[in-house]
């Protein structure tokens, strides 16, 4: 069984620029959710996919847009890039099925604005 | 809307000392919840986590939990801690009712002492 990988681990941008991060998740599972990790704070939820639709949003602005595809993997694409979107990005992935549904953890995406 | 408050950014513990990181909580409605860590350039693994039953919940790596409703505590501990338990320990809720997100409290550095 393979994990939830994300690619890339690490990228550097400048302000302004776009970014698109990419999140496969575990087999069988057909929910993907992001979350961002400021340096020295708790991951907080941007939003999350269920069959290729936005199925609930965090206090993220529309510059934090995502994209689910028919094999559940995602992107997350952030434009108009500031300095305070450096951080570390989680994908998480989980399988709609009852009441309670485990997320599980990529290793992330850290990314530096300059 | 569900708040974790982690009362302590910070534990350093000697090694085979006890330990216990403490979560509070706050929601309107019935919740899960957990506990994750992150060690350096990780992401997120699972600990424990509470979704019904007993108050006491054993997780991996010999760590517990006690969920209080009374006191909408929910405090991680291990009887003996070792060098390799050093990492950063987020405490998370969600509410009970589908795939909800999870809230992360701000994460509790623990530093375990040779």
């Known amino acids: 069984e393979t994990g939830v990988t994300q690619s890339p681990t690490h990228l550097i941008k400048t302000r302004g620029q776009q970014v698109t991060l990419r999140c496969s998740s575990q087999?069988?599972?057909?929910?993907v959710s992001w979350y961002q990790q400021a340096l020295g704070q708790g991951p907080q939820f941007i939003f999350q996919?269920?069959?290729?639709?936005?199925?609930g949003r965090g206090n993220f602005p529309p510059r934090f847009s995502g994209l689910q595809f028919p094999n559940y993997s995602s992107e997350l694409n952030v434009n108009a890039l500031e300095l305070d979107d450096s951080a570390l990005y989680l994908c998480?992935?989980?399988?709609?099925?009852?009441?309670?549904?485990?997320?599980?953890f990529g290793p992330g995406t850290r990314l530096t604005v300059l | 809307a569900q708040s974790v408050t982690q009362l302590d950014s910070q534990v350093p513990v000697f090694e085979e000392a006890p330990v216990e990181l403490r979560c509070n909580y706050s929601?309107?409605?019935?919740?899960?919840l957990f506990w994750y860590v992150q060690y350096p350039n990780q992401g997120l693994q699972l600990l424990l986590k509470?979704?019904?039953?007993?108050?006491l919940v054993k997780g991996i790596n010999g760590f517990e939990a006690e969920f209080n409703k009374s006191q909408t505590s929910f405090h991680l501990r291990k009887p003996s801690v070792h060098i390799s338990d050093t990492a950063e320990y987020f405490c998370?809720?969600?509410?009970?009712?589908?795939?909800?997100?999870?809230?992360f409290g701000k994460g509790t550095r623990l530093s375990v002492i040779a």
């Open positions: 998480a992935s989980s399988s709609i099925a009852g009441s309670y549904n485990e997320q599980f």
């Open positions: 087999s069988g599972h057909n929910t």
């Open positions: 996919y269920y069959r290729e639709e936005e199925n």
């Open positions: 929601s309107s409605v019935s919740v899960y």
């Open positions: 509470y979704l019904s039953g007993s108050t």
């Open positions: 998370a809720v969600s509410a009970n009712s589908g795939n909800t997100p999870l809230v």
